[in-house]
């Protein structure tokens, strides 16, 4: 198996926003500093969306600009549409992501529209991009399954990621947003859409609500998969599913990759730190397994 695997953190902006409790422009910058600290690369700041739909993103673009310095680093941001991307813009963004669903219930819900009307909003969106230079991620979620419509074909997802794909989407992330995928599942899936959109160019973002996450990406990355979207301490969840659980957590992820003998560049030590910062401020526990038993053993070593 390759030994390189490229993190995308996404705690700060698909983790954060998905808790109940909101954090500050400041707490949320000193978050991703401590990421960045930590060895994480490429982080997702922040989102340039409804405030009214989503308060948890108040103030992303000075979130970006506070950041921005670290120009060795990729520092996404969510954009829905036209205006998203104008604020991203006049904020300095590089690089932007676009999002639809694999499912039209879930879209319906979740954005408002069907997927064909958000592909639509977000044409003007990649062709602006592209003019301006800036780079463009896509992300498809309910890849495996939909708390509305149960399993979700795989065709489904393929029809979705080759239309990102032939606009002009650098990267497809495939979000199991329910965690309801299992590993015979996310292989199938990403060989069907490998058929479209090159394996290097896909990533997976897989929640952990069956606690399956890890081995989904184990399952993954036989295929040949090698970006994985993950966030610090497992932030996050689904407002549309009950009982579903955040992101798969980076801690999990960077000691699974450690042990395989994939160096990740990640300061352990450091990321839980971040983890433990962000978990006092939101008020709960991270529920990262590798957090939990190395806080433990330093409760321990006291």
Not at 19 to 46: C, D, M, N, Q, Y
Not at 83 to 102: D, M, P, R, T
């Amino acid at each position: 198996m390759s030994d390189r695997v490229h993190i995308v953190e996404v705690g700060p902006r698909d983790g954060l926003q998905n808790e109940k409790t909101p954090i500050s422009v400041a707490g949320r910058i000193a978050f991703i500093e401590a990421l960045i600290a930590a060895g994480l690369h490429t982080v997702e700041v922040g989102a340039f969306v409804s405030p009214k739909a989503i308060p948890q993103m108040i103030g992303s673009a000075e979130v970006l600009r506070g950041v921005s310095h670290h120009a060795n680093c990729e520092l996404p941001v969510l954009v829905p549409n036209e205006n998203g991307y104008e604020a991203s813009q006049a904020a300095g963004a590089k690089l932007i992501a676009v999002f639809a669903a694999a499912s039209e219930s879930f879209s319906r819900a979740n954005i408002n529209c069907s997927i064909a009307e958000s592909i639509e909003r977000f044409k003007p969106v990649l062709a602006r991009a592209k003019a301006d230079g800036v780079r463009v991620r896509g992300y498809i979620s309910t890849v495996l399954g939909c708390p509305y419509e149960g399993e979700i074909k795989p065709q489904a997802v393929v029809d979705v990621a080759k239309v990102l794909w032939d606009l002009g989407c650098y990267e497809i992330s495939l979000g199991d947003t329910v965690g309801v995928g299992t590993p015979l599942k996310a292989r199938h899936l990403l060989r069907a859409v490998a058929g479209d959109a090159p394996m290097a160019n896909l990533a997976m973002h897989f929640h952990d609500t069956y606690g399956q996450a890890l081995a989904n990406l184990y399952a993954g990355m036989e295929e040949g998969c090698r970006v994985i979207d993950s966030a610090a301490g497992g932030l996050g969840g689904c407002p549309y599913a009950p009982g579903a659980t955040g992101n798969v957590s980076t801690e999990d992820v960077v000691y699974m990759l450690e042990g395989m003998g994939i160096a990740t560049g990640v300061d352990m030590d450091k990321l839980v730190a971040a983890t433990n910062v962000v978990s006092g401020l939101i008020g709960r526990p991270p529920v990262s397994r590798v957090a939990a038993a190395l806080n433990a053993k330093m409760r321990a070593a006291k």
